[in-house]
């Protein structure tokens, strides 16, 4: 006998699960067609290209739920829900096809193997998930998840649907003697327990009544899906193949100051229509929050905050934030009063900034840029974009802004620099060496661009001359701006004056081109994330080398040879805008290892998942809390390595974790130096044969200890 089953054994009038069916989709039609019209209110962007690239991201991080599986519990209670929808999904379609369209698949081995067991162990397995998911949230409870009644009684819909389907499969195999029974594992336990307790008739009975039960909840759950977080099945697929496709530093949008009424966003009309769906495809997992530097400090800034209330906002009230008329005879938004208005005034959208308590300038003011949030979401949201966004309007519209960053951006404004007390000029550090300069540099092989960190921070000065001096020594040809110099813009930028980053990037575009500079090596991963991702769109082509990455490649190919190394146990912290958004991670960790001797040891934050400094996002410029300092949290990882030097690659994490670090190491001893330091002191020359040295420098050594 061929193995198979009755479909729709002991139901009849199953047309009316037809009918049924009509109502629902309409419902759930209406659901997404209603997150659907709100998103395409939002301004255009470009987010259909490149289709392979997008597919294979949509398999990576949809299907394969590759950053998902990050987090092991919640990756695996995750997968068994999913993966267990997906095989009963195709299961339902699987009947259907038999049933209703004589297909007859349902028959054979594919019965027994499919059908029968594995959708039966699925079945299981989301009800191992659903379990899961509920001791997670409700007796470990993580403070990054949102705690709501909907979000249990989602999980109250999912476990009785797959409880419901394995008593209507165990009450048939039980009250036919299916011979196949034994292939659905689950259900044969159910059968066999009811045997005992039940007869033909009561299974009969209670089979009917629980299959049209299951139906209807099915159907309501179906229905209700796209008004809830669990909408996220079909957003966050879209989002992922929507997702910026560029590096995490290149994730800001420019603004077209000819075009734009107003700089910076203030309502949600102002996002794009991806930046809506990111509000609908959130799935208030928390992660974005979690990995927040300045949330871990007990700040007030909390990336999944301001999804979350932006989201309720556009869909609690879409008249308002959208600036729609009212339904009510054409006019405005009705008023308190209940009459229409026809002023124009009330058909400007709801201000965003400061309507719900995530969006308050505080905390906005908070973010460091380090894009962690984004690097963490599973889904692909795009925070920190939307938290520059709206710093723009706040300073290009309102001038409302920390008193530092005003000082920061006025000294970038009037000296092309955001130090506005320093006294040094961009070619102090260089005092004693024979660098070249100005018309030099079309002659280069290399221009080094030294940042305003690195000329004129007394500290950072050690670190640019260690990076001329290891290039001089590997012969390479190398020019610098000197006093033509300016600033990249990245401050500016990321505190939200986004005119004023414009100006000074066609500024260092032009003269860069003027000087037919082609190749740029620079210490600090700000002006190389610029350089790299940001003055293209300026017309900026330009070959762009981390120092580490320029002066790993001169030791692989022989041009520098480290005599020695510091036997020092060395730990590596990773600018964010070096890793995590450009991806470079290797490179500096190279250096480390020759400089230590392979003595080199990983903070528990490292790499992509590496914690911030503090001092992105014009944060470097702001006299933080005592109390809720980022650099110390960062410092107290550090010196838990147990390792007597701390490398950096980066000015600002070079300022900022000094600071860090003289604050927490109380008894404990930790330098903190940069790469080129550490590879300048195992490669610079002693002494040559008469006494001299090969060039002239200041003595590396006394410079670590004064610093």
Known sequence: MEPTRQIYWNVSQVWAMYALLLPTALVAGYGVYSRWSRWRRGRPAARFDRPRERVRLVLKHALAQRRTARERYAGLMHAFISYGFVVLTVATTVVALDADFGLRVMRGRFYLYFQSFVVDLFGALVMVGVLLAAARRYLKRPRKLVHT?????????????????????????AATRDSWGAWSPFGNLVARASSRWLSVEAMQGAHAFTWWFHLVTSFAFI?????????????????????????????????????????????????????????DACTECGRCTAVCPAHKVGKELSPR????????????????????????????????????????????????????????????WQCTTCAACMEACPVFIEQMPKIVDMRRFLVMEEAEFPDSMQEAVTSLERRGHPFSGTQATRMDWAEG????????????????????????????????????????????????????????????????NEFLF????????????????????????????????EYPQYGGAFEVFHHSEYLARLV??????????????????????????????????????IASRGNAVEMSRSRNQSFC???????????????????????????????EVLAVGCPFCMTMLEDGVNARRGERDMKVLDVAELLWEVSRPRQLEGGGEKFNHRDTETQLEQS
């Open 149 to 173: 009644d909907e979000a249990a009684l989602i999980l109250v819909f999912i476990f009785l649907l797959c409880l419901q389907g394995f008593l209507v499969e165990g009450w048939r195999i």
């Open 223 to 279: 229905a209700w899906l796209p008004y809830t977080k669990m909408a996220h099945v079909l957003t966050a697929p879209l989002n992922i193949y929507a997702a910026n496709l560029a590096p995490l530093g290149a994730a800001l949008k420019n603004v077209d100051f000819e075009q734009a009424e107003s700089f910076g966003v203030n309502s949600l009309a102002g996002f794009t229509w991806k930046d809506l769906l990111d509000l």
């Open 305 to 364: 905050d301001i999804v979350l209330q932006l989201r309720d906002l556009m869909h609690g009230r879409p008249r308002e934030v959208f600036g729609l008329a009212s339904a009510n005879g054409g006019g405005g938004v009705t008023p308190a009063d209940g009459e229409p208005t026809t002023d124009v005034e009330a058909l400007k959208p709801l201000p965003i900034i400061g309507a719900v308590p995530a969006t308050q300038p505080a905390p906005l």
């Open 433 to 496: 060496l024979n660098v070249r300069t100005g018309a030099d540099v079309k002659e280069a092989e290399v221009l080094l661009w030294v940042g305003c960190g690195g000329a004129l921070i007394e500290r950072n000065q050690k670190v640019t001359r260690a990076t001329a001096q290891l290039l001089e020594q590997a012969g390479v040809k190398f020019a610098v701006l000197g006093r033509e110099e300016k600033c990249s813009g990245d401050p500016a930028r990321r505190i939200g």
């Open 502 to 533: 414009e100006q000074l990037a066609r500024e260092n575009v032009a003269n860069l081109n003027r000087h037919n500079v082609r190749k740029v090596v620079t210490a600090c991963p700000h002006c190389f994330n610029t350089f790299r991702n």
């Open 556 to 593: 692989e190919e022989g041009k520098l040879k480290p005599l020695s190394d510091s036997g020092q146990k060395v730990t590596f912290h990773d600018p964010c805008y070096l890793g995590r958004q450009n991806g470079v991670y290797d490179a500096p960790r190279a250096l480390v290892q």
């Open 613 to 643: 400094c503090g001092g992105g996002g014009g944060m470097s410029f702001v006299d933080e809390p005592p109390d809720q300092r980022v650099n110390q949290e960062r410092a107290r990882e550090a010196l838990e390595t147990g390792a």
